[in-house]
């Protein structure tokens, strides 16, 4: 995704392989790698595999329709939610030709940017389009300069070393000289940029981590801080063969292996697999973590010794818990009203913690929440205190159970793909900041240390994401996207964001095209083989994008002379030099094609994440300033933020049960969907028949719904201050009482499109969120701290038209 990935140069050491080990490589016959046509009765069918974030599967295709999908052989647990892709490719939510803003078209630039996602659309010809965009990128770099187009287009796009969009976009403003880019992400932006401090990189997150194999062998208590929640390892960024979260977990249950989840919400593992279940109010893990620690100090569990190796500041934050400065102990008593969880369960979890070898799972939902960088710090604090990082089965990890196939090990193999060049303009900004930079041209804001000042928008273009599912406070947003003259989107379907577009330009789904899926976190690379020809007018990104740069004179920089295949093979050629490296000898290109899929080597299997620091921190020191995990940064305090000091702190959140009003009582968490890739898939049959009435379903518990006379199954009002949608109800005790969860990705869809303020008939939970970062250090999204209303819909409801073409389609 967005840039920053950075990796600890120590924790890898235990990563290196000996050449033996790379030796097995192996290729899988058996699996229909190339198109074959078979006889059945009426025309044939063709079957052909491909990758996808969720995962490898074979197509089945008749007449040039897809009629069935097979998940591919390799994956142990492959997501149902493939079976979507045929309504996808072939549905009636597609963009079929290039289209044209009416009033823009009529008016020009800036014409009534008020009407967008309101105004019907024109159909042009693809020539009539380049020349529109080419023209219009033109003038705008001429009359404004390149720092007023933004192209931080940030999203999931599809997989794929070629066809990533967002990198496609940034190649192609660079190339044309420049752009306003975006750094961090919607992921882990606040504990991306706060885990550099601490531990000196970002490998807690990215991994490697220490492995479920280790965790088997050695753990005697696994914590999930955020849940067990393993709907959200039906995905790889990237594309994957294989699923091995969700297996390995069934095995680490199957083997009695105690979980705690901590989650004020029981996902489907922690009822199947009988996990303990611990839930606290949203937004107060910090306050939980800070407590457990300081009863393992008060109790004489703390290891001193470890903290005083490897850690640096343990005094400071241990005088902070004990209550010097503010007078307040942070101990389970206190931590107990913050979090609502009984004081003796907090003590009791301590102890039990300390009492065996414990890994601490927390997810990245905790820091997508006001000050979101404090449960993570404190996470790291409490396993230092528990001083058992570096030892098999112990420590922390930040994304066991936020995608497939963190913990599992592979080679340090790499395929490389497309890059987006040096961007003449030197302005990123903190992602989830869109609107602020919008809204708000010439302003300063603090990040990490250092200032960025917003330039003046004036063009957008995004191909790859979707900000009206994806953003914080939507009504804020459509405001904020009236500001630019122009914008343009490419996207296979009429989503909200390119129904706000005023050029857009039909893309071609992942089925369309060729292209190679090789993640870091699978071993397995696949070729992502063209399944249908493109449905309509549809053009990749990538010719779309290089048809543009011919017309402004810069094509060679940007395709460089070669066409999607021989990008392929230039990746792959440059990937088999890397691997002989390490000993491992890939296939040909063309065998590979041929064969469709190559298995990469198991890594090391016992890894331990910062298993060399623990051992001689000074001989394998990390990247922070003391070589140490920084439990106090200097580097922080120094920037003197109120909202994210020196070291783990609990600071109050902006919402929160805590500090409830009656006109929004409840606590709303936007998870991530089941059954869909945030907004991708909304319009497939498995978002649809999990919905209620056609709305996205919000979990209430039966006290709350009791109380306002709501029932299972009706159709009810979200609302606050920013906004309101209307939801399907499901009553269920697997949420606490006070919180309701709506997940993300639900197609916003408001009654009077255009207008701040309007009603999302369908259920978008950012109508209601809160577009405030979670502190000056991180600027991370804070979607999680919202509250919010709960009330009963009399009368009829409007019917959700997400998913009907705009006028003029
Ligand atoms: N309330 C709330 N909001 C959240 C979150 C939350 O937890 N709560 N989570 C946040 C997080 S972590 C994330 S990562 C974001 C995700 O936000 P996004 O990444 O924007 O979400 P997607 O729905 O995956 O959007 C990808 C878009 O790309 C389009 N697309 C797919 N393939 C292609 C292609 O090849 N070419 C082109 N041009 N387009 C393509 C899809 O149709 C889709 O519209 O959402 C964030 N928003
Ligand atoms: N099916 C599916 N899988 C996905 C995605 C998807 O859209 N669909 N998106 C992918 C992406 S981009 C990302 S970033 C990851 C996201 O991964 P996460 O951020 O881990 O996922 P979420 O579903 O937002 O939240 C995980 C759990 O945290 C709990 N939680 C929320 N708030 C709190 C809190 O304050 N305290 C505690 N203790 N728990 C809390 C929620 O109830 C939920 O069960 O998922 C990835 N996987
Ligand atoms: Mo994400």
Redesign the pocket.
């Known amino acids: 995704?967005a840039a920053g990935f950075v990796t600890a140069a120590l924790g890898r050491r235990g990563f290196l392989m000996g050449a033996t080990a790379l030796a097995g490589l192996s290729m899988l016959n058996g699996r229909p790698g190339i198109a074959s046509a078979q006889a059945t009765a009426g025309a044939p069918v063709t079957e052909v595999q491909t990758g996808s974030h969720w995962g490898t599967f074979t197509a089945r295709v008749r007449d040039g329709r897809i009629v069935r999908i097979v998940p591919a052989s390799m994956d142990p647990a492959p997501t149902p939610m493939i079976r979507n892709f045929p309504e996808l490719v072939h549905g009636r939510t597609r963009i079929h030709r290039p289209m044209v803003r009416q009033s823009w078209l009529q008016g020009g630039p800036g014409a009534a940017t008020d009407r967008r996602g309101a105004d019907p659309f024109v159909p042009v010809s693809w020539d009539e389009a380049l020349d529109l965009v080419a023209g219009e990128l033109t003038r705008v770099r001429e009359t404004y300069g390149n720092q007023a187009i933004f192209g931080g287009s940030?999203?999931?796009?599809?997989a794929g070393r070629l066809?990533l969009?967002g990198t496609l976009t940034n190649r192609f403003l660079a190339g044309f000289g420049g752009y306003v880019g975006s750094e961090t992400?919607?992921?882990y932006g606040a504990g991306m940029v706060l885990l550099p401090h601490v531990l000196g990189g970002n490998q807690a997150i990215g991994g490697p981590v220490t492995t479920w194999h280790s965790i088997m062998a050695h753990t005697g208590l696994i914590v999930m801080v955020g849940g067990a929640a393993f709907k959200n390892g039906q995905i790889t960024f990237g594309g994957m063969g294989e699923h091995t979260t969700k297996p390995w977990l069934n095995r680490i249950a199957a083997a009695g292996v105690p979980v705690v989840s901590i989650n004020p919400v029981a996902e489907d593992e922690t009822i199947e697999l009988g996990f303990e279940w611990l839930a606290p109010r949203p937004g107060t893990d910090a306050a939980l973590l800070l407590a457990l620690t300081q009863t393992l100090v008060e109790e004489g569990l703390a290891d001193r010794d470890f903290l005083d190796r490897c850690t640096v500041g343990a005094d400071r934050v241990l005088a902070y818990l004990a209550g010097e400065g503010d007078g307040v102990v942070k101990d389970a008593a206190w931590a107990g009203e913050i979090t609502g969880l009984p004081a003796e369960t907090i003590r009791a979890l301590a102890r039990r913690m300390a009492g065996t070898r414990t890994m601490i799972m927390t997810s990245?939902?905790l820091q997508?929440a006001d000050h979101g960088e404090q449960p993570w710090w404190a996470t790291v604090l409490l396993a230092s205190a528990l001083g058992q990082i570096g030892l098999p089965g112990g420590g922390f990890g930040f994304s066991y159970t936020s995608t497939n196939g963190i913990g599992a090990p592979r080679a340090e193999i790499s395929i490389p793909g497309m890059t987006s060049g040096r961007n003449p303009v030197d302005i990123d900004i903190p992602v989830a900041r869109i609107a602020d930079l919008l809204l708000e041209p010439g302003a300063t804001i603090p990040f990490n240390g250092r200032e960025v000042t917003f330039p003046d928008i004036k063009l957008i273009y995004w191909?790859?994401?979707?900000?009206f599912?994806?953003?914080?406070d939507l009504n804020r947003l459509v405001r904020a996207w009236q500001v630019p003259e122009t914008v343009i989107v490419?996207?296979?379907?009429w989503?909200p964001?390119a129904r706000r577009a005023d050029i857009v330009l039909p893309?071609?789904?992942?089925l369309e095209r060729n292209d190679i899926s090789a993640s870091a976190r699978d071993r397995w690379i696949i070729a992502m083989k063209q399944v249908v020809p493109p449905i309509a007018e549809a053009r990749s990104?990538f010719e779309i994008f290089s048809a543009l740069a011919d017309r402004l004179g810069f094509g060679e920089d940007y395709h460089e002379g070669k066409d999607e295949m021989t990008w392929l093979r230039d990746f792959w050629d440059r990937g088999r030099e890397r691997a002989a490296r390490y000993d491992v000898a890939l296939p040909e290109f063309d065998a590979f094609w041929e064969e469709g899929q190559v298995q990469l080597p198991e890594g090391d299997c016992d890894f331990v994440f910062l298993r060399d620091f623990r051992i001689d921190p000074e001989r394998f020191p990390l990247r922070t300033p003391s070589g140490r995990i920084e439990l106090f940064s200097e580097t922080i305090a120094g920037f003197g933020y109120d909202d994210c000091p020196g070291h783990p702190a609990w600071l109050e959140p902006a919402e929160w049960l805590g500090n409830a009003k009656d006109e929004a009582p409840l606590h709303m968490i936007?998870?991530?969907p089941q059954h869909r890739?945030?907004?991708?898939m909304d319009n497939g049959p498995g978002a649809a028949e999990a919905k209620i009435q056609g709305r996205e379903p919000c979990w209430v518990n039966p006290e709350d719904a009791a109380a306002r006379g709501i029932a299972d199954g009706e159709v009810a009002r979200l609302v606050n201050a920013r906004g309101a949608c209307l939801v399907g109800i499901r009553v269920t005790d697997r949420v606490r009482p006070g919180v309701v969860m709506l997940a993300?990705?639900a197609w916003y869809d408001p009654d009077r499109p255009g207008e701040p303020g309007a009603l999302d008939k369908h259920g978008n939970?950012?109508v209601l969120?809160r577009d405030v970062g979670t502190s000056a250090l991180g600027q991370g999204?804070t979607?999680?701290t919202t509250m919010v209303q709960l009330v009963k819909a009399d009368g009829p409801v409007p019917t959700v038209t997400a998913f009907d073409p705009p006028a003029g389609a």
Do not use: I
């Open positions: 995704m940030y999203g999931w796009g599809s066809h969009a992400n919607y992921s990245w939902s997508r191909a790859g994401g979707n900000p599912h994806h953003h914080q490419h996207e296979p379907w989503t964001t893309a071609t789904t992942t990104d936007s998870s991530h890739l945030h907004s991708q993300e990705g939970p950012n969120t999204c979607a999680q």
